[in-house]
């Protein structure tokens, strides 16, 4: 199973990127998706979460500003990000559990490579 992100990007203050992220390999299927970062010097951390039924949390720094979203049938999870700060400067990792072909009733936590997400004028 990989997970490959795409959207990243330098971007002004104030201004929007989406970044995306596929699932692809032996997957059986997909439980919890989610978006975490990591900024220069800093612990990675939560950014956004969504279950497999919809259902979403945020940290507090982005509620109002990040939406994520899912597609099931594309394996995807997106991060809709507006009004970026300075502060949203970071490498932005997705997490998936995945149940995969060989164990399908166990969830195994996979991750991306990570994006990287510039905000400066």
């Known amino acids: 199973v990989q997970l490959q992100a795409s959207g990243g990007g330098l971007v002004q203050p104030g201004g929007s990127l989406r970044l995306s992220c596929t699932a692809s390999?032996?997957?059986?299927?997909?439980?919890?998706m989610g978006w975490y970062r990591q900024a220069p010097g800093k612990q990675r951390e939560l950014v956004a979460t969504i279950t497999s039924g919809g259902s979403t949390n945020y940290a507090g720094s982005v509620k109002g500003r990040f939406t994520i979203s899912r597609d099931n049938a594309k394996n995807t999870v997106y991060l809709q990000m507006n009004s970026l700060k300075p502060d949203d400067t970071a490498v932005y990792y997705c997490?998936?559990?995945?149940?995969?072909?060989?164990?399908?009733?166990?969830?195994?936590?996979?991750w991306g490579k990570g994006t990287e997400v510039t905000v400066s004028s």
């Open positions: 390999g032996n997957i059986f299927s997909i439980n919890g």
């Open positions: 997490n998936s559990n995945i149940a995969t072909m060989k164990s399908p009733f166990y969830g195994i936590d996979f």
